[in-house]
């Protein structure tokens, strides 16, 4: 069967898409962007995120994919930052955004497709193309497909997602030969090509936002490979379910958030699909609660994987579900060609078990830059290998456990609090849908702890049950001294929770900072 890629509810042969990428290429070359610029991609998922991406790279040029969640300042401040040529943009992202665009900047809008309206609620009038602006598929359809050859990429810079400060462009030096022979072996394994005989076997659906990493590494390895691929408006329950079930989905991309809202599904409604066509799930991004992995292994079987790693390095570590079962809450054993240490604060060596700072390092992967901030990427580095901010620890069998970020370690009266372990044991108190603990100033600890709880709709929960809830569980310490509640907290579609906006307020007038 031809391979497609399916967008909402339009459904594409892959080579004509990539037709489309071609033209894209022939227009970002003929307005004279080539290898070393910047084609910035502020879309949501949809088939231009494939086209724009894959034609920027084709003429050797970085794609950097632009958060559409951001604020207008922080928009700007990519746009800017990353130097970019051209930006390809949505209509109503367009809309939002237009003041943050810097002049000279060749902008392509996108109008935004119905089936994105619908799933966002957006006034359908901000999906139009706004008059004077230079419309995407006009534009395409000036420009004859590139001929020729792939122009050797000068590598990719991809920002972070600035959950907890300033998104970082991270900057990646070209690949040579021997590293991307060798870094297939890893994505083999990653992206569960063992799972399939060929490409045409495989029908990838993705519903979290292209411009993460992983997702967008996904989407643009399945589409040149020619696999079958789904990339969905947005994340919900029952959809995922039902378009599994239909299209017969095979490899999955998920996240935590994901797994605990398809967990809240009635049982009756999970029983209703047929899910036996799914082989690969994998899932990364952030930690997943113990509980909530081990009853998705329970409904689905033992075909969900796990990685850790980051912009900066890529997957470092890799488990499957059986090795999972045997070291529960383990985000995986380092991958061939990757390291993985603790270490104490004076830089040494801590013993299996021993809590300390991960560091890590890809020797598949090149080396990276934070663009314009060379301090940053020195700040970064630990003997080689560098911090991706996260705390833990390695077992006796070499597996790898994250206790939190460094970041977010609060320290109250001396004492280290990692808020990770907190909020583990929250998942788990009937009525918590989730949470967020953090440090907030205290006069007499410097810290103290604070929990923000989403409870489920029609749950009725009080600061003194939960904390009567953690006090069974936890130290008398880590229980937080205040409790609040929220009904949504602010989090992107990928499930990563924007912790630094629900902290930055209580220490605004602090007179310092954590």
Known sequence: MAAWILAGDRRRPDDEVMREAERAAAGFAAHGIGPGDVVAVCLRNDFAFLTASAGASLIGAYVTPVNWHNSVDEAGYVFVNSGAKAIVIHADLHHRMADAIPAGVLTLVVETPDAIVAAYGLAPQSAVLPAGVTGWTDWLARHAPRQGGRVAALG???????????????????????????????????????????????????????????????????????????????????????????????????????????????????????????????????????????????????IIHEHYGGTETGAVTYCNSQEWLAHPGTVGRALPSCDVRIIAEDGSDVAAGGTGEVICRNRNFPDFTYHGDDDKRRRADRQGLVTLGDVGYLDRDGYLYLCGRANDMVISGGVNIYPAEIEAELHKMAGVADCAVFGIPDDEYGEKLCAVVQPIPGAVLTAAAVQAHLRERVAGYKVPRQVEFRTELPREDSGKIFKRKLRDPYWEGAGRRI
Request: glycine residues 6%.
């Open 156 to 302: 990719s810079m991809i920002y972070t997602s600035g959950t907890t400060g300033r998104p970082k462009g991270v900057r990646r030096a070209p690949t040579s030969e021997a590293q991307a022979e060798a870094a297939e072996r890893n994505a083999a394994v990653i992206f569960g090509l063992g799972y399939a005989d060929r490409p045409s076997d495989i029908t990838c659906l993705l519903a979290g936002p292209l411009y993460h990493s992983t997702p967008n590494a996904f989407s643009l390895r399945f589409f040149a490979m020619g696999a079958k691929l789904i990339i969905e408006p947005r994340f919900d329950a029952e959809t995922l379910l039902r378009r599994i079930e239909q299209e017969r989905v095979t490899h999955l991309l998920a996240v935590p958030t994901m797994f605990v809202r398809l967990l809240r599904l009635p049982a009756e409604v999970r029983a209703r699909y047929d899910l036996s066509s799914l082989r690969f799930v994998m899932h990364g991004a952030a930690p997943c609660p113990v509980h909530v992995k081990r009853a998705m292994i329970d409904w689905w079987g033992p």
